[in-house]
């Protein structure tokens, strides 16, 4: 794969607007409802992304696997913009009345596949581990077969595939099932780093998983938290693609929280021009991801 320093290679920004464990009482530009994802989605377009990744919430703010409110939120961002619309298949956590960490079911998770009108990229997490946070965790269920089962059926559908890997035996997990047949090129790869259970971010946990990747992959780093800025310009100099947002980073630098989701995009393509990569379009993007036979 592509990991070479003078890489000319246009850079797919993914904004990740909303998440699954934050709500507005971390960052007041959280947005929550499908108005205000719509809005993001398309302020974020404007500022140079091309996917949005994208994660809802019911009336009481928590994540919900509500396929109206999923179905709501991807056509108003539809109606807003062309961005790429991409679903993250964990759904995200949902507290019970104890603060106990709930996590949706693989039946809650599969029934994501039905979103109508269907978003363009799914993502996928490529093993089970437990997610910690610094307000809990629980375990992230995502046996191989479930993962079989989802990429089956997106590759049924025409629908893109995102395959987010927290952690080095993730990806011989996925390794695992391209071999098999069941994952076929291009295949996408997000590293995820900094989540508690996963990876740690360091430069060598970045190096060591990129360099694991089937040939012929691409490849984008995710990095949450106090690391995020620095370990995302070390993964666009290498070549890679890249995703912001207030799902990953709260804060815009130490202690000065991020105004709004567009603010962190806006910085990545002035980071990214400034090292000679341009911000792919959205038509790159669906280009270099092989959605390009896949309507919108
Ligand atoms: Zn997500």
Same mark, same amino acid.
């Given at each position: 794969?592509?990991?070479?320093?003078?890489?000319?290679?246009?850079?797919?920004?993914?904004?990740?607007?909303?998440?699954?464990?934050?709500?507005?009482?971390? $960052?007041?530009?959280? @947005?929550?409802?499908?108005?205000?994802?719509?809005?993001?989605?398309?302020?974020?377009? $404007?500022? *140079?992304?091309?996917?949005?990744?994208?994660?809802?919430?019911?009336?009481?703010?928590?994540?919900?696997?509500?396929?109206?409110?999923?179905?709501?939120?991807?056509?108003?961002?539809?109606?807003?913009?062309?961005?790429?619309?991409?679903?993250?298949?964990?759904?995200?956590?949902?507290?019970?009345?104890?603060?106990?960490?709930?996590?949706?079911?693989?039946?809650?998770?599969?029934?994501?596949?039905?979103?109508?009108?269907?978003?363009?990229?799914?993502? +996928?997490?490529?093993?089970?581990?437990?997610?910690?946070?610094?307000?809990?965790?629980?375990?992230? $269920?995502?046996?191989?077969?479930?993962?079989?089962?989802?990429?089956?059926?997106?590759?049924?559908?025409?629908? *893109? +595939?995102?395959?987010?890997?927290?952690?080095?035996?993730?990806?011989?997990?996925?390794?695992?099932?391209?071999?098999?047949? +069941?994952?076929?090129? @291009?295949?996408?790869?997000?590293?995820?780093?900094?989540? %508690?259970?996963?990876?740690?971010?360091?430069?060598? $946990?970045?190096?060591?998983?990129?360099?694991?990747?089937?040939?012929?992959?691409?490849?984008?780093?995710?990095?949450?938290?106090?690391?995020?800025?620095?370990?995302?310009?070390?993964? %666009?100099? %290498?070549?890679?693609?890249?995703?912001?947002?207030?799902?990953?980073?709260?804060?815009?630098?130490?202690?000065?929280?991020?105004?709004?989701?567009?603010?962190?995009?806006?910085?990545?393509?002035?980071?990214?021009?400034?090292?000679?990569?341009?911000?792919?379009?959205?038509?790159?993007?669906?280009?270099?991801?092989?959605?390009?036979?896949?309507?919108?």
């Amino acid at each position: 794969m592509n990991t070479t320093l003078l890489s000319e290679d246009k850079v797919i920004i993914t904004a990740a607007i909303t998440g699954g464990i934050h709500g507005k009482w971390a $960052n007041a530009a959280l @947005p929550v409802t499908p108005e205000e994802q719509a809005q993001d989605a398309l302020d974020c377009y $404007n500022a *140079g992304a091309a996917v949005l990744h994208l994660h809802v919430r019911g009336a009481d703010g928590q994540n919900t696997p509500d396929l109206d409110i999923y179905n709501r939120a991807v056509r108003l961002i539809g109606q807003k913009c062309p961005i790429i619309r991409q679903i993250g298949n964990g759904i995200g956590a949902q507290l019970d009345e104890k603060g106990a960490i709930i996590n949706a079911t693989l039946e809650q998770r599969l029934n994501l596949l039905n979103i109508d009108p269907a978003p363009e990229m799914h993502t +996928i997490n490529a093993g089970t581990f437990e997610f910690r946070t610094k307000y809990g965790g629980a375990v992230f $269920n995502n046996p191989l077969a479930f993962n079989e089962q989802y990429v089956r059926k997106c590759r049924e559908k025409g629908f *893109g +595939i995102e395959i987010e890997v927290y952690d080095a035996s993730h990806v011989a997990n996925m390794t695992e099932l391209y071999d098999m047949g +069941i994952l076929a090129r @291009p295949l996408h790869f997000s590293i995820v780093l900094g989540i %508690m259970g996963g990876a740690p971010a360091t430069p060598a $946990n970045l190096f060591h998983m990129v360099g694991q990747l089937p040939e012929g992959s691409t490849w984008q780093v995710v990095t949450i938290g106090k690391y995020h800025l620095r370990s995302t310009i070390i993964a %666009m100099s %290498m070549g890679g693609n890249i995703r912001t947002g207030l799902e990953d980073t709260l804060h815009y630098s130490k202690g000065q929280p991020a105004k709004n989701n567009a603010q962190l995009v806006e910085r990545m393509a002035r980071i990214a021009r400034d090292i000679g990569r341009e911000p792919a379009t959205v038509e790159e993007a669906r280009v270099i991801l092989g959605l390009s036979g896949i309507s919108a």
